[in-house]
């Protein structure tokens, strides 16, 4: 990819004690996050420099996000983030890059406590958000019915941008039993269409690199939205 580097992020750690003063930086690939709380966090560097970042956030320390647009903000995860790690291999490189993940509490969960994190929120993924919601609430809806529940949510303003990078984040606001009766309000109003016959209702499948693909150029988002 070209130019890749100009969609890059810079996660930087700093910690000054009696004995020693640590300040360390790694790149982000994607980060989803809401204000301060840190939801997701893709890094890469060396070795010491991952590890370092990983005790950090076990930790419970915080850091310093510099978004592409040169923007910085202080972001942390909280008690009890999950973290996963792996390895690079780059053509021509000596050695490996190490590979770090880590994921807030609230994004393990995801999709009970009333949120819903999307990674990409956008008119051409609305039907895989629908899907996603679907699937994390265990709803028994059918996929025509995303735009106009979707839809009304944003107008009530319950579906929300979050801060990101590599990504288009948001989290929809609602419990199971909200969009339960969200669903009966609208097919009382027939806005809401019924499979012409019984059966088992057919969803179209999707793959992870549909959740990670972006149709346009990424860059940082950041802010909220109501339509």
Not at 63 to 90: E, H, M, Q
Not at 134 to 161: C, F, Y
Request: charged letters at 20%; a positive charge.
């Amino acid at each position: 990819m070209q130019n890749a580097h100009l969609r890059l992020g810079r996660l930087q750690y700093t910690r000054n004690t009696e004995k020693t003063n640590t300040q360390i930086s790694v790149h982000v690939d994607h980060y989803i996050g809401n204000g301060e709380r840190a939801h997701l966090l893709s890094v890469f560097g060396g070795d010491a420099e991952v590890g370092a970042i990983r005790a950090a956030i076990y930790e419970k320390h915080t850091f310093t996000l510099a978004f592409p647009n040169g923007a910085t903000k202080r972001i942390g995860f909280g008690p009890d983030a999950v973290c996963y790690s792996g390895s690079l291999s780059l053509r021509g490189a000596k050695r490996t890059l190490r590979h770090l993940v880590a994921v807030s509490t609230s994004l393990v969960a995801n999709g009970t406590a009333g949120q819903t994190f999307i990674m990409n929120l956008e008119e051409t993924t609305k039907d895989l958000t629908w899907a996603t919601v679907v699937s994390l609430l265990g709803l028994p809806a059918d996929p025509r019915w995303g735009n106009a529940v979707l839809g009304a949510m944003r107008k009530d303003k319950l579906i929300r941008r979050l801060d990101g990078i590599g990504c288009y984040p948001a989290v929809v606001i609602g419990t199971r039993e909200e969009f339960m009766k969200r669903m009966g309000q609208a097919r009382s109003m027939n806005l809401l269409p019924f499979p012409e016959k019984n059966g088992p209702v057919v969803w179209p499948q999707y793959t992870i690199r549909d959740a990670l693909t972006l149709e346009e150029k990424q860059e940082e988002c950041s802010g909220s939205v109501s339509g």
